[in-house]
């Protein structure tokens, strides 16, 4: 990783243009695809926006496998637990991409944002946004079997960095195993879904790549989904 100066805003986020603001002391980085850029367990005290390339957030377990949080590209940030106050990062955040980045303290952000309330309702937004997403992918954990679970996070992800808009809907860059590491599966699970996704003209599939319209991914989830009264709970 590499200190570099300037401060190009990518994005319309408030909270990356104020991350990326050199007067508030912030240090702009380059960083090669599977650089980390923080570990689960180390101190939080900064917060990062994108410019260029991808880094994806990951949760890690103590038997050595980690799963795949989200996907995040130019002008969007990450760094939430410097921001809330908490002590230590909770996840790891990896390039997947060669990638520039900025990196500001917290306490200089937060001292930021006392002049910038727009920022904050930003923040707020976002944050609700992933505890909202947390939940949902808990609940679908313990109610919702492997199929609902991929589908879900296939129209997830088509609005995420790793996804280029296409004539026909999305083409979703991925491999069968991270997006096994996003459902808590096993890759040869997911590459039987897959298939059968594809025997349905549901997705076409190619080398770490998924191409599909995600609003027929929607109404096959809607379609197929198990109605509430149907769910046993012991």
């Known amino acids: 990783m590499t200190d570099n100066s300037g401060s190009a805003h990518n994005g319309d986020s408030l909270v990356s243009q104020i991350v990326s603001d050199p007067s508030l002391g912030a240090r702009r980085r380059t960083a090669a695809a599977g650089t980390s850029l923080h570990e689960p367990g180390e101190p939080a005290g900064n917060v990062f926006a994108i410019h260029t390339g991808q880094v994806r957030l990951y949760q890690l377990s103590p038997d050595g496998s980690r799963r795949l949080m989200d996907i995040l590209g130019p002008g969007q940030w990450f760094g939430a637990e410097a921001v809330g106050g908490l002590s230590q990062y909770g996840c790891q955040a990896r390039t997947e991409t060669a990638a520039t980045f900025c990196m500001l303290p917290a306490t200089r952000l937060l001292a930021a944002l006392e002049h910038r309330p727009e920022a904050s309702l930003e923040i707020i937004r976002q944050l609700a946004g992933r505890l909202n997403r947390v939940s949902e992918e808990a609940g679908g954990l313990a109610f919702e079997d492997c199929r609902h679970r991929l589908i879900r996070a296939l129209v997830r992800f088509s609005r995420s960095a790793a996804a280029v808009a296409t004539q026909d809907g999305v083409e979703l860059h991925m491999t069968h195993e991270q997006l096994a590491q ?8 997911v590459s039987l879904i897959l298939t059968d996704l594809r025997q349905q003209n549901l997705i076409r599939t190619g080398r770490n790549r998924l191409s599909f319209d995600p609003r027929k991914l929607d ?16």
């Open 182 to 189: 996003a459902v808590g599966a096993a890759r040869e699970t």
């Open 219 to 234: 109404e096959a989830l809607e379609e197929n989904h198990p109605s509430s009264s149907s769910t046993i709970l012991s």
